[in-house]
């Protein structure tokens, strides 16, 4: 075959094989030569001048992995067209086959061998070139390494190359990770060969792991490629040492013992360098390093490539050789050390290598491992406790799990009595409680659950409870101080008999405390014993005592017995750590506040030094001094621990905002937890029950540095929600925000200042937050909520409005004076009473109840929304929504109840509606209030909103701020009422459609408001009770009345229950007051008060029912009487005498009911003539009023009787106040004094005689005795209204005047009636002998019967001698002053008697009275005869003074006994 000379190519020219052929191909004509035969002829060409090298590159470009070196080392998987090469490639290997085989002959080699000499130069070549030490190849390095690669894979598929004979040589030439990587990943050399050749590629492959991990790449492409080799060899390693191998043989066996040995040797680098201490600089590159190798283990798990089962084994066996490599430390040691090792100490890298780990198992199997591991190695304590915190973080069932393995570690150490698991046990728990209580419970709840009770694992017999104190005796010299108070305070159950085991145990550990100058004697008064903190800094402890004082002092009013303890039993204590920190240097508030207080009450009762007091207060000005001119004190270290914090907040928030992992989340909280510990030290617990947070009015925190932690908290968990909700809705944002709550619960005196924080914000600056600060309030109130009982209860200041909201705000189980749930009370902080507070009340509610929805399940939507904020949001939105009426309030027909909230995968829509900037507040109200489970909600009964709730509600609102104007609030009030509350069933909180039941609610709702205290906010948002929504609810109420009214009006038969106006009052006041509890007397007069007020805004025709008897109608009055007789008479003042309007507005209702029946003249008559024999105080009332009535009541009878005369009962009272009036106006005209009741007549002739100006007071006695003779009954009744203005006069002085007056007026009427003993009966109140004057006692109240005995003594000292002769010969007389003495003299020793302010040198006190009724008693016991007294009077008498006056009873014993006629005759 002949070719042409210019067509030959000169060795020197690069032209590729390819375009060889193509070229040639194209000169020749096909006719004359086939395609193989050009090949050949080709073939015989090139193999006269090739380089072997070269042309390993040349045939590479041609594969169709030319390139591709983005994949990692697989199981021998490979594309398809691997197996099915072009017929360029197969050309080109055929031909580089061929130049391997000339080249052989000559040289006299295998070509095998050849191929392996020159595949290595190539490599050699290329990875010499540059830097020899770089740990990874050049890109263009690595490029050409891949085409050699690929040109290799060629020759290994025809046979003619051996891999292990290419690692052979290349491990003598210093071989470079990254080739053997590309070499495995061409499936050229199997990781097997690499340890089968030399037994120190384990060690070679650890240094080239360390040299790479230390590597700090300077473009992406190095760090990608960087990753991409570590963790394919490290999948390789694990693939290899932990799956199953099918071959048995003893080299396949020694092949997994060194992958393990190398990942083992990495590991161990790993926890050195982890716990190396070295300098800054290399500490940097360490973490640098260790870092890269624990990404590794990540990458590991994740990868498909290994099988689940050899994940597992790998994790399982690294696991173990964490916690038990360099086992250097002793049990001691970490007694000691433990504080040391919580997860927020612990390094980040370790605490994230035990998650990579431990992610393929659950908390039982972990922990199970665990004990094992304990059991059968020596560990390394630090590494196993670190482990337990980890699992405890990120781990959500971590608490309960490893009580479970406390218990079983217990009952093994008691049941076999084995030290080891005893050790654990407690190492364990402690571990757990350093935590914080949100994750473990604390070790002194711990240590009592375990043994401070009879029941615990060392109960059972002597031999434990020895065990037990002998372990706890051996663990005192390695114990730190808190442990040793847990134990001492808190110690373990031991039998009275087994005492003494017990003290030898407490003195030796006080004992070891002493010895750390750790004291008992300077243990604080409130020592945290929680052994969950640090040991606190006596003056740090002095200071948690001051607060914990302070706190029982303003909640008792009592210095606590601790401090007085401490006073007199720990001195040095008091005088050197409580005083001075109790005394701190401070500007003094204006107004004492409760710290200033205590000091006050300290200072009284000489528990402070007089000299350090002064220094006190000098020091106190000096401070204010220094304010004042600008001087500020440095809060050392606050910047510092507030940067910390933020910065910590910062990374919450990204991790949020990445979605990170949950136990990314929990680690940065735990971190969090540690700062916040560090910065503000737990306050003491309380001694005995659950803790309860008192909230002040006000109450500012004095510690700065706590109120901007607070601050800070507050914004972190804002933003890390706005954060978090951009991502995702609240259902899938995971568990952050109830780890965020855990974590304020676990700093008790934190989540204190910061409900006084928001107890403060909310009603204060509520309507001035933005949208972002509202939403995230709202969802941080709702996380407090859903703790449930993790999170304390609240008790609200003494004066908040509980009383009169609780049922708009709280259960109905709650008690509104105890303490609350964290939610409700917080709820009462969200006024309603104003339109600004009620569009932020509204704006609030609505953002937590729909991130309640979105972020509960089903089952649990209760514990997510507090019902409180649901009512609120139930009464507010049809107020300030009418859209939302025409639904028919969320009582109406909801959504389908598929709907469920938080369920869905779709995001609800009243999330986006709120979060949504562009949607109206508006449209955000009336999507949540269409939402199906919103509505469903209102099923259930502690969410439904009641009538008494709502009135409750709108009665606090202030008219003149109110949102809508008058007659929108009458509008909506009334579509409220008639439309929403009177149709719905009782059972969901309406009315059932009883208009009686509608009025009986709206009247307690009044008398409700009426009781309420006062407003518990400062005076600028306070709620007045005035100005209030209270004359809407009236007209409300007198709207129901009438319409109530006329329906009865027009029944044909039975009984109008018309009565229950007085069933609401009676219901009300049906405890009848103690007389000795002034508080319940004044609660009883603030309710007829309040029910007399409503009562007159009422029409008087509503008061008397009208009874249907077949055809004949009358009226009802005994509901009136009955009412009038119980309870009126209690608050009437003066005593026994009604005010004139509700005297008016029950007559009107008599004369106006009356016009009912056939005859109402009549019916009036006999209704005035029930009155006058059942209810006196009326009868007495309308004849005192009737000057004043008159006119009233003629009108009202003409207009309904078309002008006939007065009804006769009517035309009575109309003569007796004639008679009365001419009797005072005329001196000598002898006027007839009308037929009536006497009392009827005292009545009309007290008014008239007490009020004349004209009558002249010597002409009194004369014209009284004009009447003696024949109206002698009149004559008491009379003395018995002038008796009632004296002790008026004494009760409610109004000067001397009006005693004298009173006193003249009774002696006057006394001096007539002393011979009969009529008179005598106003003093016996309590008899039950039937008189005509037993009226007198039903009138009077039940202070002026108590106090009858002073108006007694009063008069009768007054008079002359010859008129107490008269009345000491009257019957009964001695028996009632002896009786009213002693009644006199106990009321004194009881302090009943009236105490008012005299107005008068001349007027004379009570108390002198008593004096002078002794001298007047004895003297009408001397001027009596033996015979006034019967014998079992006498003795009566001599009993009663026998105990309370003995003169007074040996003085009736020598006057009044008979002479004894049978004493023995002296013979």
Same mark, same amino acid.
């Given at each position: 075959m002949s070719l042409e000379p210019s067509s030959v190519l000169a060795p020197s020219q690069k032209t590729s094989l390819s375009s060889l052929l193509a070229s040639r191909a194209g000169k020749r004509p096909r006719e004359h030569l086939s395609g193989e035969e050009l090949q050949e002829a080709a073939i015989q060409l090139l193999n006269s001048n090739q380089n072997l090298?070269?042309?390993?590159?040349?045939?590479?470009?041609?594969?169709?992995? +030319?390139?591709?070196?983005?994949?990692?080392?697989?199981?021998?998987?490979?594309?398809? +067209?691997?197996?099915?090469?072009?017929?360029?490639?197969?050309?080109?290997?055929?031909?580089?086959?061929?130049?391997?085989?000339?080249?052989?002959?000559?040289?006299?080699?295998?070509?095998?061998?050849?191929?392996?000499?020159?595949?290595?130069?190539?490599?050699?070549?290329?990875?010499?070139?540059?830097?020899?030490?770089?740990?990874?190849?050049?890109?263009?390095?690595?490029?050409?390494?891949?085409?050699?690669?690929?040109?290799?894979?060629?020759?290994?598929?025809?046979?003619?190359?051996?891999?292990?004979?290419?690692?052979?040589?290349?491990?003598?030439?210093?071989?470079?990770?990254?080739?053997?990587?590309?070499?495995?990943?061409?499936?050229?050399?199997?990781?097997?060969?690499?340890?089968?050749?030399?037994?120190?590629?384990?060690?070679?492959?650890?240094?080239?792991?360390?040299?790479?991990?230390?590597?700090?790449?300077?473009?992406?492409?190095?760090?990608?490629?960087?990753?991409?080799?570590?963790?394919?060899?490290?999948?390789?390693?694990?693939?290899?040492?932990?799956?199953?191998?099918?071959?048995?043989?003893?080299?396949?066996?020694?092949?997994?013992?060194?992958?393990?040995?190398?990942?083992?040797?990495?590991?161990?680098?790993?926890?050195?360098?982890?716990?190396?201490?070295?300098?800054?600089?290399?500490?940097?590159?360490?973490?640098?390093?260790?870092?890269?190798?624990?990404?590794?283990?990540?990458?590991?798990?994740?990868?498909?490539?290994?099988?689940?089962?050899?994940?597992?084994?790998?994790?399982?066996?690294?696991?173990?050789?964490?916690?038990?490599?360099?086992?250097?430390?002793?049990?001691?040691?970490?007694?000691?050390?433990?504080?040391?090792?919580?997860?927020?100490?612990?390094?980040?890298?370790?605490?994230?290598?035990?998650?990579?780990?431990?992610?393929?198992?659950?908390?039982?199997?972990?922990?199970?491992?665990?004990?094992?591991?304990?059991?059968?190695?020596?560990?390394?304590?630090?590494?196993?406790?670190?482990?337990?915190?980890?699992?405890?973080?990120?781990?959500?069932?971590?608490?309960?799990?490893?009580?479970?393995?406390?218990?079983?570690?217990?009952?093994?150490?008691?049941?076999?009595?084995?030290?080891?698991?005893?050790?654990?046990?407690?190492?364990?728990?402690?571990?757990?409680?350093?935590?914080?209580?949100?994750? +473990?419970?604390?070790?002194?709840?711990?240590?009592?659950?375990?043994?401070?009770?009879?029941?615990?694992?060392?109960?059972?017999?002597?031999?434990?409870?020895?065990?037990?104190?002998?372990?706890?005796?051996?663990?005192?010299?390695?114990?730190?101080?808190?442990?040793?108070?847990?134990?001492?305070?808190?110690?373990?159950?031991?039998?009275?008999?087994?005492?003494?085991?017990?003290?030898?145990?407490?003195?030796?550990?006080?004992?070891?405390?002493?010895?750390?100058?750790?004291?008992?004697?300077?243990?604080?008064?409130?020592?945290?014993?929680?052994?969950?903190?640090?040991?606190?800094?006596?003056?740090?402890?002095?200071?948690?005592?001051?607060?914990?004082?302070?706190?029982?002092?303003?909640?008792?009013?009592?210095?606590?017995?601790?401090?007085?303890?401490?006073?007199?039993?720990?001195?040095?204590?008091?005088?050197?750590?409580?005083?001075?920190?109790?005394?701190?240097?401070?500007?003094?508030?204006?107004?004492?506040?409760?710290?200033?207080?205590?000091?006050?009450?300290?200072?009284?009762?000489?528990?402070?030094?007089?000299?350090?007091?002064?220094?006190?207060?000098?020091?106190?000005?000096?401070?204010?001094?220094?304010?004042?001119?600008?001087?500020?004190?440095?809060?050392?270290?606050?910047?510092?621990?507030?940067?910390?914090?933020?910065?910590?907040?910062?990374?919450?928030?990204?991790?949020?905002?990445?979605?990170?992992?949950?136990?990314?989340?929990?680690?940065?909280?735990?971190?969090?937890?540690?700062?916040?510990?560090?910065?503000?030290?737990?306050?003491?617990?309380?001694?005995?029950?659950?803790?309860?947070?008192?909230?002040?009015?006000?109450?500012?925190?004095?510690?700065?540095?706590?109120?901007?932690?607070?601050?800070?908290?507050?914004?972190?968990?804002?933003?890390?929600?706005?954060?978090?909700?951009?991502?995702?809705?609240?259902?899938?944002?995971?568990?952050?925000?109830?780890?965020?709550?855990?974590?304020?619960?676990?700093?008790?005196?934190?989540?204190?200042?910061?409900?006084?924080?928001?107890?403060?914000?909310?009603?204060?600056?509520?309507?001035?937050?933005?949208?972002?600060?509202?939403?995230?309030?709202?969802?941080?109130?709702?996380?407090?909520?859903?703790?449930?009982?993790?999170?304390?209860?609240?008790?609200?200041?003494?004066?908040?409005?509980?009383?009169?909201?609780?049922?708009?705000?709280?259960?109905?189980?709650?008690?509104?004076?105890?303490?609350?749930?964290?939610?409700?009370?917080?709820?009462?902080?969200?006024?309603?009473?104003?339109?600004?507070?009620?569009?932020?009340?509204?704006?609030?509610?609505?953002?937590?109840?729909?991130?309640?929805?979105?972020?509960?399940?089903?089952?649990?939507?209760?514990?997510?929304?507090?019902?409180?904020?649901?009512?609120?949001?139930?009464?507010?939105?049809?107020?300030?929504?009418?859209?939302?009426?025409?639904?028919?309030?969320?009582?109406?027909?909801?959504?389908?109840?598929?709907?469920?909230?938080?369920?869905?995968?779709?995001?609800?829509?009243?999330?986006?509606?709120?979060?949504?900037?562009?949607?109206?507040?508006?449209?955000?109200v009336l999507e949540l209030w269409r939402y199906g489970p919103f509505r469903s909600l209102q099923k259930l009964p502690a969410y439904q909103l009641s009538f008494p709730e709502w009135l409750a509600l709108e009665l606090r609102v202030q008219r003149s701020q109110d949102a809508l104007s008058d007659p929108q609030r009458q509008e909506y009030e009334q579509w409220a009422c008639e439309q929403l509350y009177l149709p719905t069933a009782l059972g969901q909180g309406g009315c059932g459609g009883d208009v009686q039941s509608t009025c009986t609610h709206i009247l307690n709702a009044v008398m409700d408001m009426s009781t309420r205290p006062q407003s518990w906010l400062s005076p600028d948002h306070s709620v007045p009770l005035t100005d209030t929504c209270l004359p809407d609810v009236l007209s409300r109420l007198q709207e129901m009345v009438c319409e109530l009214q006329m329906t009865l009006r027009f029944q044909s038969s039975g009984r109008a229950d018309g009565h229950f106006l007085f069933d609401v009052v009676a219901g009300r006041c049906s405890k009848s007051p103690d007389s000795q509890d002034l508080g319940s007397e004044l609660s009883l007069q603030q309710t007829l008060h309040t029910w007399n007020r409503v009562i007159l805004a009422l029409p008087a025709l509503s008061l008397i029912p009208v009874k249907t008897e077949g055809a004949k109608r009358s009226l009802d009055c005994q509901p009136l009487i009955e009412h009038v007789n119980l309870y009126q008479r209690k608050v009437c003042s003066p005593a026994g005498l009604l005010p004139y309007p509700l005297t008016a507005h029950f007559l009107r209702g008599i004369v106006g009911a009356s016009m009912c029946c056939e005859r109402p003249a009549a019916s009036i008559n006999r209704a005035v003539s029930q009155i006058s024999q059942q209810c006196p105080l009326l009868l007495a009332s309308a004849g005192h009023w009737w000057g004043h009535l008159s006119p009233v009541l003629g009108s009202q009878w003409n207009r309904g009787s078309d002008g006939d005369f007065l009804p006769e009962k009517l035309q009575q009272l109309a003569d007796c106040h004639s008679w009365a009036c001419r009797w005072v106006s005329s001196s000598t005209s002898q006027s007839a004094v009308p037929s009536a009741p006497a009392l009827l007549l005292a009545a009309c002739l007290h008014q008239q005689w007490t009020s004349g100006l004209d009558i002249s007071p010597r002409s009194s006695p004369e014209r009284l005795a004009q009447l003696q003779q024949h109206h002698r009954p009149m004559l008491v009744f009379l003395l018995f209204f002038c008796m009632s203005d004296l002790l008026t006069a004494y009760l409610a002085p109004q000067g001397a005047e009006s005693v004298k007056q009173a006193q003249q007026q009774c002696c006057d009427i006394l001096t007539l009636l002393v011979d009969s003993a009529d008179w005598l009966h106003l003093f016996h109140s309590q008899s039950t002998e039937q008189n005509q004057y037993q009226s007198a006692t039903i009138i009077s109240t039940e202070e002026n019967n108590r106090l009858m005995p002073l108006a007694f003594y009063s008069l009768v000292p007054s008079l002359d001698a010859a008129v107490l002769n008269r009345a000491v010969s009257a019957p009964r007389f001695l028996y009632t002053a002896v009786l009213s003495y002693c009644k006199l003299l106990q009321l004194f020793l009881d302090g009943e008697t009236p105490k008012p302010r005299p107005v008068s040198s001349q007027q004379m006190d009570v108390s002198q009275v008593l004096s002078r009724a002794q001298q007047v008693l004895l003297k009408i016991i001397i001027l009596s005869s033996p015979g006034c007294l019967t014998h079992t009077q006498r003795t009566e008498l001599e009993e009663l003074c026998g105990e309370l006056d003995p003169e007074v009873a040996a003085t009736l014993s020598m006057q009044l006994s008979p002479p004894d006629l049978s004493q023995e005759m002296d013979f």
């Open positions: 090298s070269d042309l390993l590159l040349e045939v590479g470009q041609h594969s169709p992995k +030319f390139g591709k070196v983005d994949h990692y080392w697989d199981s021998g998987e490979r594309d398809a +067209f691997d197996h099915r090469p072009d017929p360029v490639q197969k050309t080109g290997a055929s031909f580089l086959l061929s130049e391997l085989k000339r080249q052989s002959q000559e040289l006299g080699v295998p070509v095998g061998v050849l191929s392996v000499k020159v595949v290595l130069e190539r490599v050699l070549e290329l990875t010499t070139e540059g830097d020899e030490d770089h740990v990874l190849l050049t890109s263009a390095q690595r490029a050409q390494l891949c085409v050699l690669l690929q040109s290799t894979r060629e020759l290994l598929s025809l046979g003619t190359f051996s891999p292990r004979l290419l690692w052979q040589e290349y491990w003598k030439a210093q071989p470079k990770l990254e080739v053997i990587y590309h070499l495995h990943a061409e499936n050229i050399l199997a990781l097997e060969d690499l340890f089968e050749s030399n037994d120190d590629v384990g060690s070679w492959l650890v240094k080239e792991f360390q040299a790479l991990c230390g590597l700090l790449p300077s473009q992406e492409e190095e760090e990608l490629t960087k990753q991409k080799i570590l963790s394919t060899v490290m999948c390789a390693l694990v693939r290899g040492g932990f799956e199953e191998a099918q071959d048995t043989a003893s080299s396949s066996r020694r092949f997994p013992q060194r992958c393990c040995s190398v990942l083992d040797n990495m590991l161990s680098w790993l926890l050195d360098s982890l716990s190396s201490s070295q300098g800054p600089q290399e500490q940097e590159e360490g973490k640098a390093a260790a870092m890269a190798w624990v990404g590794v283990f990540e990458a590991c798990v994740s990868h498909a490539s290994v099988l689940g089962q050899a994940l597992r084994r790998f994790s399982t066996r690294s696991l173990t050789h964490i916690l038990t490599h360099c086992p250097r430390l002793k049990v001691s040691d970490a007694i000691a050390m433990q504080n040391n090792w919580t997860f927020a100490k612990t390094n980040p890298l370790l605490t994230s290598l035990f998650c990579k780990l431990c992610v393929l198992f659950s908390m039982e199997e972990l922990l199970s491992h665990l004990q094992q591991v304990l059991e059968t190695h020596e560990v390394n304590w630090q590494h196993v406790l670190s482990c337990l915190s980890t699992l405890l973080v990120y781990h959500s069932d971590g608490q309960p799990c490893l009580k479970e393995m406390l218990s079983r570690l217990l009952s093994l150490a008691f049941e076999v009595y084995d030290l080891e698991s005893m050790i654990t046990a407690f190492l364990l728990a402690r571990q757990g409680a350093l935590e914080g209580s949100a994750l +473990f419970p604390s070790y002194s709840d711990w240590f009592k659950l375990a043994f401070g009770g009879a029941s615990g694992y060392h109960g059972n017999s002597k031999k434990s409870l020895v065990f037990l104190l002998k372990f706890l005796s051996d663990l005192v010299p390695f114990d730190p101080p808190q442990y040793l108070k847990v134990h001492i305070l808190h110690p373990p159950y031991v039998p009275a008999k087994h005492r003494a085991l017990l003290q030898e145990y407490v003195s030796l550990a006080k004992t070891r405390l002493a010895d750390l100058k750790v004291s008992v004697e300077e243990m604080g008064l409130y020592e945290d014993v929680t052994g969950a903190a640090p040991t606190v800094l006596p003056q740090h402890q002095a200071q948690q005592d001051v607060e914990k004082a302070i706190s029982l002092f303003e909640s008792t009013g009592k210095i606590s017995a601790m401090v007085m303890e401490a006073s007199i039993f720990r001195r040095p204590y008091f005088l050197s750590r409580f005083l001075p920190a109790l005394l701190t240097p401070r500007v003094l508030p204006v107004k004492a506040d409760a710290r200033m207080n205590f000091i006050e009450a300290l200072r009284r009762a000489d528990k402070i030094p007089s000299a350090v007091y002064s220094s006190y207060t000098d020091s106190c000005h000096s401070e204010s001094q220094r304010q004042q001119c600008g001087v500020v004190r440095p809060l050392e270290g606050s910047e510092a621990v507030l940067a910390v914090l933020r910065s910590q907040l910062q990374e919450l928030r990204r991790l949020l905002s990445s979605g990170a992992n949950h136990g990314d989340v929990s680690a940065q909280l735990a971190r969090i937890s540690d700062t916040l510990s560090g910065a503000s030290p737990e306050p003491p617990e309380e001694a005995v029950g659950h803790h309860v947070i008192q909230l002040q009015t006000g109450a500012l925190c004095s510690n700065e540095l706590q109120t901007r932690l607070v601050n800070a908290l507050l914004r972190g968990f804002c933003q890390c929600l706005l954060d978090a909700s951009k991502a995702n809705p609240p259902n899938r944002q995971g568990t952050w925000a109830a780890q965020f709550v855990k974590l304020l619960l676990g700093h008790r005196r934190l989540l204190t200042s910061l409900l006084h924080r928001l107890w403060d914000l909310l009603p204060q600056q509520g309507p001035s937050l933005g949208a972002a600060h509202v939403l995230g309030l709202a969802a941080l109130l709702v996380q407090l909520h859903a703790a449930g009982p993790l999170c304390p209860m609240v008790q609200l200041p003494s004066s908040s409005p509980t009383t009169s909201s609780s049922s708009a705000s709280s259960s109905s189980s709650l008690d509104p004076c105890g303490p609350l749930p964290v939610s409700e009370a917080l709820n009462a902080a969200l006024l309603s009473h104003n339109s600004d507070h009620m569009n932020f009340s509204l704006r609030f509610c609505v953002a937590a109840v729909s991130y309640g929805l979105c972020s509960s399940h089903p089952e649990g939507v209760q514990q997510c929304i507090p019902s409180g904020l649901y009512k609120k949001l139930v009464y507010l939105v049809p107020r300030l929504v009418p859209e939302a009426r025409a639904e028919g309030g969320c009582k109406g027909r909801g959504q389908p109840e598929h709907l469920q909230p938080g369920g869905g995968a779709e995001e609800p829509g009243v999330w986006s509606c709120l979060t949504d900037p562009t949607v109206t507040l508006t449209a955000s």
